[in-house]
């Protein structure tokens, strides 16, 4: 990473930060993601090239740390001492967008609006105690973006975006702005689906208790 040669410690930080990606991949590990495919899934549209880039820059900054899997098949990833140091900077700027920066249409990836709903946004004790599978269509999204599955288990959800397996006990058709509006909780759910904004469908128990799913609660408080 390039220098400023400023010994301003505003700079000396932007040095490691302000790297594309980088505050990304901590709020990753922030919401409890420690496999390189975990925080892939929060940053579907970094490749993974930069994604490796990126990790081994943080380990080297000492914001995270790496270690071999018992398999030797990848590494699990936390935040260092120095890296946990980052939750309140990044909760404050987070606060700061939230006032002054619009959601705009390029902002409203599905993909990623069901990560952090399952990491960050689901109320657990909603969830049914059995094998679940939710399919999300979003009609409005590039054909590799279009379809989501919601794999529910043990009161436990995880975004696919291959098919589980199994029949769909619900299907979610959606348009990406309004899903991740009513997600964020800035839409009820009753107005999206009267729209037709949103469309469910599936067995009737699953589809009453969907939207309370979501906690509707901040990504970051």
């Known amino acids: 990473m390039a220098s400023y040669r400023q010994y301003c410690p505003i700079a000396r930080a932007a040095e490691i930060l302000a790297e594309r990606w980088s505050l990304l991949i901590v709020r990753n590990l ?14 579907p ?51 700061w967008a939230e006032t002054w920066v619009d959601v705009l249409p390029e902002h409203t990836d ?28 979003f009609p409005d999204e590039r054909p590799g973006n279009r379809f989501f599955w919601l794999l529910v288990q043990d009161r ?13 006990a619900v299907r979610v058709v959606a348009r990406s702005g ?13 107005q999206a689906v009267r729209s037709g904004d949103i469309t469910i469908s599936g067995e009737r128990s699953l589809v009453r208790g969907f939207p309370n799913w979501n906690t509707r609660t901040p990504i970051l408080t």
């Not at 930069?50 to 820059?57: H, V």
């Not at 609006?113 to 399952?118: G, I, N, R």
């Not at 436990?156 to 769909?168: L, Y």
């Open 30 to 43: 922030m919401f409890g993601a420690t496999t390189f495919s975990s925080i892939a899934q929060g940053v």
């Open 178 to 190: 309004p899903f991740v509006d009513w997600h964020r909780g800035v839409l009820p759910w009753s």
């Open 110 to 137: 599905p993909g990623f609006a069901l990560w952090a709903w399952c990491h960050v946004q689901l109320d657990r004790e909603a969830l049914p105690d059995r094998r679940v599978v939710v399919q999300f269509e």
């Open 156 to 168: 436990v959800a995880e975004v696919c975006t291959t098919d589980p397996g199994g029949e769909p």
């Open 45 to 95: 549209t970094m490749s993974r090239s930069m994604l490796t880039k990126r990790l081994r820059e943080l380990e080297r900054a000492g914001v995270i740390t790496s270690t071999a899997k018992p398999n030797g098949q990848g590494s699990t990833y936390a935040l260092t001492e120095a890296g946990a140091d980052l939750v309140e900077v990044v909760d404050s700027l987070g606060r």
